[in-house]
């Protein structure tokens, strides 16, 4: 306890002082939402202040969130590994389990904030936003399933743009069916033109492919494709830091959400996270656990997803596009949800639209890289329904937000066009064209 007093102490000196508040990101109070007062009373009754003091340190990182139920599905999901309970037991408590790592892995980074500054600790959460995702990729990547890889993250992609934004438009209309349901368009025209870019950088080595296929160009390379995606991916990064500078810099103000003050006790917890609960050493240890424990079920999902797919008569294009991003980022569109609730729309866009944006400009592109390292072909070539549906969205979604002003219909429409992409996933199955050109056809279920 006293370790957490000095820290506290020490972050407002050097972080709340008037002139330097602490910059809170839309994914920061997204997952402020989610986030509660614990009772420590009967912490000061322990007589042994070491004790009191790990204890406290339990607490503040296991008790203080609404998903702290859910904690036991990631021992659970560790005990039917090795007591080997079957793989979709495996596969369903290891998603479980990621949904409140994912909250506790964004609280500990904005802790870490406290003590870095609002630039490093706008890089943490630029990070660690998607770090689920980037972990099922680099462990796909390594066991060489890198279809898994492109569906996961065009799903997010899809899920934040459509489902995630979709719904909080639509709960946001309906509760809200009188009031003015404004938000600030500058943000969202910034992500959805890096979205643009990212879609035209799917959409050429896709084209280059079938233009090639058609013979009306030539080209003298056989990993051409390969190679552009490659190049395409490296620009991305390029832009991404691009976007960071613009972010975190020259023009943060765009990006800051407008605080409606009112009296819900989501508001309090907010207001009480303007000063740290743990340590820098603390927030640290306890970040590499919550990491690690993240990559641990990320393991398992991956090891096990086909045979959820046998089991369930599913698809691995279907669980990895639909059934994998609602499961892994609950937690982050329930916060998005609540502050849409609250006709919070800044929030609920920076949200769903930032995670999207990071996802297609940081998550792909570094994968395409880290494959290219471990010498496995991976592109930016995510066929043609993938990378048509991925198109489609962000046109829908830049349509969807150009006035500035929203309503329930909006919500709606998004809402549907996911509906009608997770049917058409859900109808089809992938499989390979004799196992020797790697072309692949789809079979229609009927």
């Not at 390379?221 to 190049?231: E, M, N, P, Y």
């Not at 398992?300 to 990895?320: K, M």
């Not at 066929?383 to 969807?400: H, K, P, Y």
Request: hydrophobic share 50%.
């Amino acid at each position: 306890m006293e370790s957490n007093t000095m820290a506290k102490e020490m972050a407002v000196r050097h972080h709340l002082l008037p002139g330097s508040p602490r910059r809170r990101t839309a994914h920061n109070l997204s997952s402020s939402s989610l986030r509660k007062s614990s009772d420590a009373s009967l912490l000061h009754k322990v007589p042994c202040a070491a004790l009191r003091s790990l204890l406290a340190n339990l607490n503040d990182v296991l008790l203080t969130t609404r998903l702290f139920l859910l904690f036991p599905a990631v021992l659970l999901a560790i005990a039917a590994t090795y007591l080997h309970f079957g793989q979709v037991w495996v596969f369903v408590l290891s998603l479980i389990g990621l949904v409140p790592l994912a909250e506790r892995l964004s609280f500990l980074t904005e802790q870490i904030a406290f003590y870095t500054g609002p630039t490093v600790g706008g890089l943490l959460n630029a990070t660690f936003g998607n770090v689920t995702e980037v972990i099922i990729a680099l462990l796909a990547l390594r066991e060489g399933k890198i279809e898994v890889v492109k569906c996961s993250l065009l799903g997010s992609i899809l899920s934040n743009l459509l489902l995630v934004l979709g719904t909080s438009l639509f709960l946001a209309g309906i509760a809200n069916l009188r009031a003015h349901q404004p938000y600030d368009t500058k943000q969202a025209h910034v992500n959805t033109a890096l979205l643009m870019l990212a879609v035209l950088c799917h959409s050429l080595p896709l084209m280059l492919r079938y233009a090639v296929t058609s013979g009306d160009h030539a080209i003298v390379s056989g990993d051409a494709a390969l190679h552009l995606s490659r190049a395409c991916s490296i620009l991305m990064l390029v832009a991404y830091l691009a976007y960071l500078f613009f972010q975190l810099k020259t023009h943060r103000q765009l990006f800051e959400p407008q605080q409606v003050e009112d009296d819900d006790d989501d508001d309090l917890v907010i207001a009480q996270d303007d000063e740290p609960v743990l340590g820098f050493s603390s927030a640290m240890i306890w970040l590499a656990l919550m990491t690690l424990l993240t990559a641990l079920l990320s393991g398992y999902v991956v090891s096990t997803i086909e045979a959820a797919s046998e089991s369930w008569e599913l698809s691995v294009s279907f669980i990895s596009i639909i059934l994998l991003p609602i499961v892994g980022n609950a937690a982050e569109h329930a916060g998005a949800v609540i502050f849409a609730l609250k006709n919070k729309l800044d929030i609920t866009l920076g949200v769903s639209l930032g995670s999207a944006t990071q996802i297609s400009m940081f998550v792909v592109p570094v994968s395409v890289i880290v494959a290219w390292t471990m010498g496995i072909p991976m592109d930016l070539d995510f066929n043609l329904l993938e990378t048509g549906s991925l198109f489609l969205a962000i046109l829908v979604t830049a349509f969807t937000l150009q006035e500035g002003e929203s309503h329930y219909l909006k919500g709606l429409i998004l809402v549907l066009c996911y509906a009608v992409i997770s049917v058409c996933f859900f109808v089809i199955r992938r499989r390979s064209a004799g196992g020797t050109d790697g072309v692949h056809h789809l079979d229609v279920i009927v």
